[in-house]
Structures are given as structure tokens and as C-alpha cells.
């Protein structure tokens, strides 16, 4: 099994910044994507940013120029770096983790349990 446990949400200003964090743990032998999302209360959940096994990245539209996802693979640590925050970036973040684990054939979702993120105006 995987645990995932988020850190450093909380309450910023617009134009503030925040890091989130998730660290992945359990019997996991590989980690093949680690992905932030998010939901906004009465909205859908979206990706927000995905860091893949090979080091690629990907961004929503929203995020890109703002937010930065970074990996430590040694630490199966993700983290996002979110810089000029605005209002509409409030919500709940969630970290996702597809990964290989020494009790299943193959790999795997599974979710943090969320961080809010509040941005005041």
C-alpha cells in the first residue's frame, strides 16, 4: 500500500506564494507519475501539474509561469511551488501517486487526503 501525507497549505494574500508537499510511503517499488490536483468548492477537480518517472512535466494553463512541480525520487517527495496566487486559486489540493508496490501485479492511484489553500483578496 501507499501513504501519501500533504504539507504546507494554508492562508496567503494575492500574490503570495506557497509550497505544497507530498511524500509518498509504503512497500512501493517504483513511482511512475505524481500529480497535484485541485477542487474548488461546487467545481469539478482539475490537474493542476504532473511530474513523471522520466522527469517530465506537465501544466494546466492556469499554472504555467506561476506554479513549478519538482521531484525527489530518492525521497518520493513531490512538491509544488505556487507563486502569484490569486482568489480563483482557492481550493482544495490533492496529491495523486501512480505507483508499483510489492503486494499488487500492477501500478496504482492513490490520493492524498487534500490540503486546503486559501487565497484572500
Known amino acids: 500500500q501507499v501513504q501519501l501525507v500533504e504539507s504546507g497549505g494554508g492562508l496567503v494574500q494575492t500574490g503570495g506564494s506557497l509550497r505544497l508537499s507530498c511524500v509518498a510511503s509504503?512497500?512501493?517499488?517504483?513511482?511512475?507519475?505524481m500529480v497535484w490536483y485541485r477542487q474548488a468548492p461546487g467545481k469539478q477537480r482539475e490537474l493542476v501539474a504532473a511530474?513523471?518517472?522520466?522527469?517530465?512535466?506537465h501544466y494546466a494553463e492556469f499554472a504555467k509561469g506561476r506554479f513549478t512541480i519538482s521531484r525527489d525520487n530518492a525521497a518520493n517527495t513531490v512538491s509544488l511551488q505556487m507563486n502569484g496566487l490569486k482568489p480563483e486559486d482557492t481550493a482544495v489540493y490533492y496529491c495523486?501517486?501512480?505507483?508499483?508496490?510489492?503486494?499488487?501485479?500492477?501500478?496504482?492511484?492513490?490520493w492524498g487526503q487534500g490540503i486546503q489553500v486559501t487565497v484572500s483578496s
Open positions: 495523486l501517486c501512480n505507483a508499483r508496490v510489492q503486494t499488487r501485479p500492477w501500478p496504482y492511484d492513490t
Open positions: 509504503g512497500s512501493i517499488l517504483s513511482i511512475n507519475a
Open positions: 511530474s513523471t518517472s522520466g522527469g517530465g512535466t
